[in-house]
């Protein structure tokens, strides 16, 4: 149990385009899900947390209008990055939580190249 | 803020040895302690957690994590490791409603 998916796992475009990344729950309802960046050879850095319904809250310094995230179900949350560019490029994961916030169940990540 | 520091970014064992990787937490309540592993482009995998109660944690795969408060530690142990175990270890703290990661140690195992 406690399946979480990402599509795609990989994605290359082109600077100034949008790119939609899929999170979703398989086999849970995830009432919050956390959508994480992943720089090469670093930690993963907190993006934003949705709750199903509401605003995302983004963590301090995340553009929330580059970086768009809807949580418009329980089993599915969405990142856009609004006109990619080259420093986006980044391994991309969500998780995500039926209760507990400490309780995550992690995507296998998004791999975004921008060129 | 809470933090994680992970000392060591690289780590070579042989087969069959055993393993510490180590982990210092900062944050100011009692802390909630992760251990996940991630394999080369793949999402984090959970090992063990501690949220309280007995200070010895087992997980999954054969590993075990100790909570030492006095320290401000929560290592992670493995008595003999397996090639398979070559991946990169993050320990994570929760706190303020959110996880929040140390560097972590790439485990590299040698035949």
């Known amino acids: 149990g406690a399946v979480v998916s990402q599509h795609p796992s990989w994605v290359i475009c082109k600077s100034g385009t949008s790119v939609k990344i899929e999170c979703r729950s398989l086999d849970f309802q995830a009432t919050t899900m956390f959508w994480y960046r992943q720089f090469p050879k670093q930690s993963l850095m907190l993006m934003a947390t949705s709750n199903e319904g509401s605003k995302a809250t983004y963590e301090q310094g995340v553009e929330k209008d580059k970086f768009l995230i809807n949580h418009a179900s329980l089993t599915l949350s969405t990142l856009t990055v609004t006109s990619a560019h080259p420093e986006d490029s980044s391994f991309y994961i969500c998780s995500a939580s039926g209760g507990s916030y400490n309780e995550q169940f992690f995507g296998p990540g998004t791999r975004l190249t921008v060129l | 803020a809470q933090s994680v520091t992970q000392p060591d970014i690289h780590i070579t064992v042989s087969e069959g040895a055993s393993l510490e990787l180590r982990c210092n937490y900062s944050?100011?309540?009692?802390?909630?302690?992760?251990?996940?592993?991630?394999?080369?482009?793949?999402?984090?995998?959970?090992?063990?957690?501690?949220?309280?109660?007995?200070?010895?944690?087992?997980?999954?795969?054969?590993?075990?994590?100790?909570?030492?408060?006095?320290?401000?530690?929560?290592?992670?142990?493995?008595?003999?490791?397996?090639?398979?175990?070559?991946?990169?270890?993050?320990?994570?703290?929760?706190?303020?409603?959110?996880?929040?990661?140390?560097?972590?140690?790439?485990?590299?195992?040698?035949?």
């Open chain 2, 27 to 111: 944050y100011g309540a009692t802390p909630y302690l992760f251990w996940y592993v991630q394999s080369p482009g793949q999402g984090l995998q959970l090992l063990l957690k501690y949220f309280s109660g007995d200070t010895l944690v087992q997980g999954i795969k054969g590993f075990e994590a100790e909570f030492k408060r006095s320290q401000s530690s929560f290592n992670l142990r493995k008595p003999s490791v397996h090639w398979s175990d070559a991946a990169e270890y993050f320990c994570a703290v929760f706190g303020g409603n959110k996880l929040v990661f140390g560097a972590g140690t790439i485990l590299r195992v040698k035949s």
